[in-house]
């Protein structure tokens, strides 16, 4: 059996491999790229970067023969990297045991361009992690990174076994546990959302399970126009986390 924790994915797009580059370039093993990629200014100075890097460069006339899926938008590049992001739930809440922690708790997501565009609005919102149940779950892959531009090396992925055993270790320490919920009876704006706090997004289509639903403090609906059911769950999520980081930092101001 693999183990996603330490087996190389390939991730593609000019701007998942800047990214690795930057910020975590000694996850990157090499990089492939077409053998007319570099003719541009931005080609040349991701180059230019991965050789300053210390990263080996190989030509690839055909990136899906390295591990880029067909039909993959990949800008004529693509790079083998270490899956850098995971962690443990007791390491994570170790790390922020000072009381401040925003996470982001996934039950049963499975469309990976979702995933990718939840994992993008939490590095954008400074969330310190993602919580994935091991099964039933979107895996972490290259069309995940490409989706969330390559920010996933900006938060932690926590893979647990049983996500409603998470959530109540969770409370028990102390967070408040936020279910996003179309029949919630909070409205998102209306509810106190001081941190620490996980918010939890349900599948596409079936909402959060029962069970989990049990383990949250409240169940949040975002407030949509009567046509309008839903947002879909990367939006929800999207919409949540300004809200809660719009509080937190009103509270803050005031608090100063």
Avoid at 11 to 27: I, K, S, T, Y
Avoid at 60 to 71: D, K
Wanted: net charge positive; aromatic share 4%.
């Amino acid at each position: 059996m693999i183990d996603v924790k330490n087996e190389p994915i390939v991730v593609w797009g000019l701007h998942p491999v800047e990214e690795f580059l930057r910020h975590c370039p000694q996850a990157v093993s090499e990089i492939f790229a077409i053998p007319s990629f570099g003719r541009k200014k931005v080609q040349k100075k991701l180059l230019s970067l991965a050789t300053n890097k210390g990263v080996k460069i190989r030509q690839q006339a055909n990136l899906t023969l390295v591990g880029v899926l067909p039909g993959a938008v990949h800008q004529g590049v693509a790079a083998r990297v270490k899956p850098v992001w995971y962690d443990t739930m007791d390491a994570v809440l170790e790390e922020n045991g000072s009381g401040q922690g925003l996470f982001v708790a996934c039950d049963q997501v499975t469309d990976p361009q979702n995933l990718g565009a939840i994992i993008r609005s939490c590095a954008a919102f400074g969330v310190k992690a993602v919580i994935l149940p091991e099964r039933s779950s979107a895996k972490i892959t290259g069309t995940v990174v490409k989706a969330s531009a390559g920010t996933i090396i900006h938060v932690k992925v926590c893979l647990v076994k049983n996500l409603a055993d998470t959530l109540a270790d969770m409370r028990r320490k102390g967070i408040s546990v936020a279910g996003l919920a179309a029949e919630g009876k909070a409205q998102l704006w209306n509810h106190d959302l001081s941190l620490p706090l996980v918010l939890v997004a349900g599948a596409e289509g079936k909402g959060l399970r029962f069970l989990i639903k049990k383990r949250c403090d409240v169940l949040l609906r975002i407030p949509c126009m009567p046509y309008v059911e839903s947002l879909n769950v990367s939006a929800a999520v999207s919409v949540a986390l300004y809200e809660v980081i719009r509080q937190n930092i009103a509270g803050s101001q005031v608090a100063g």
